[in-house]
């Protein structure tokens, strides 16, 4: 080959490998979920575990990866704790569609600075209330007039905003306040559902109802409104219940209430699988495990739940995992519950958790 076709073979050769390289740096990146295939709920904070290379701790975050979508699902307690657990997992919390945070408690938003740190632009989803630490806003026709005062007695001289707007805790951060039941992403719902429970009066919390080919999947909080009621209103979207994780808000009940609400779960409702964890309590656990069976899931700290027909727990190694407290597991439960307030259960009793 002659010298200027060598040349020119060469040019060809490094214009294409130039264009190459600009379609790789050009191209959008890709989606938060990524894997479609992916269904699967994965612990991130919680009070019992047994995964060594992360931190027990009271409150509750879970990781939900579902057609598509990564979700965090509240923050937990403490961010370096949250860190912590979420490298231990390989999670990448930068790497998320959205944020649903359940409700203004501490232990399920303590993480908040976390997320933020590595995802300061991510959608989170809260609930409405009219003065929160999310944010909010009122018409302000919601305060009464007296037009016979002088302006500078007045609010705003006299001549408010048809819109008052409140501040957040987090300035500037991309929050959705929800107020009912809405369908966030195709058939994924939050349930919003405001608590008439002595002690959490008016307290308004977000549920996450994944609306299956195999039934509804639900992930809760601390269940403050009351764990039968949110699962009322998950049936109204579909009346099959398939599976529920998360808190079931039963930690101080006595004996007679969890059998109730057991029951309701199990008879009434025909709930097909549960995994509680955070504030079910350790009596409900035991409850739970006697009515349900093989339809128990064990949900400690790490455990990832692979949804489907008949989801399971499964380990980092893709096996079954246990399905089962041990003593272990129950004095850490309850190690870090009496950490969780000075007064110990005499908070918890007053329905602050």
């Known amino acids: 080959m002659k010298a200027k076709s060598w040349v020119g073979y060469f040019s060809l050769a490094a214009l294409a490998m130039l264009l190459a390289g600009c379609a790789t740096t050009t191209s959008p990146p890709a989606a938060a979920g990524g894997d479609s295939t992916k269904a699967q709920i994965t612990v991130l904070y ?47 919390l930068s790497k998320l569609d959205f944020v649903v945070m359940s409700h203004r408690h501490g232990d399920h938003m303590g993480g908040m600075a976390y997320v933020l740190s590595v995802n300061p632009k991510v959608k989170i989803y809260a609930p409405k209330e009219s003065f929160g630490v999310y944010g909010g806003d009122l018409p302000s026709t919601f305060y009464r007039k007296d037009a016979s005062l002088p302006p500078e007695q007045r609010y705003y001289d006299g001549a408010p905003p048809a819109v008052m707007r409140f501040g957040a805790a987090w300035p500037g951060v991309n929050f959705e306040l929800i107020d009912k039941t809405t369908e966030v992403a195709p058939g994924i719902h939050l349930i919003a559902l405001v608590s008439d429970k002595p002690g959490t009066l008016e307290l308004r919390e977000l549920s996450l109802a994944i609306n299956t080919p195999d039934g509804i999947v639900i992930v809760v909080g601390c269940s403050h409104p009351g764990i039968d009621k949110i699962v009322a209103a998950a049936a109204a979207i579909n009346p099959r219940i398939h599976f529920i994780a998360g808190g079931f808000h039963l930690l101080v009940s006595n004996d007679q209430e969890i059998e109730k609400i057991v029951a309701t779960l199990r008879d009434t409702f025909k709930v097909a699988f549960v995994a509680p964890g955070h504030c079910t309590g350790e009596p409900t656990f035991t409850a739970l495990k006697k009515a349900f069976g093989d339809r128990y899931l064990y949900a400690g700290l790490g455990t990832t739940f692979a949804l489907g027909a008949t989801p399971r727990s499964i380990s980092d190694t893709g096996h079954n995992a246990r399905t089962a407290m041990d003593e272990d597991d129950l004095k850490n439960y309850r190690t870090s519950l009496a950490k969780g307030d000075d007064d110990g259960y005499a908070l918890l009793a007053h329905d602050t958790y």
């Open 46 to 92: 919680d009070a019992f575990g047994k995964s060594s290379a992360m931190q027990k701790d009271w409150g509750y975050a879970a990781l939900i990866e579902y057609g598509g979508k990564r979700i965090l699902f509240d923050t937990g307690n403490n961010s370096d704790i949250l860190a912590q657990n979420a490298k231990a997992k390989g999670i990448d």
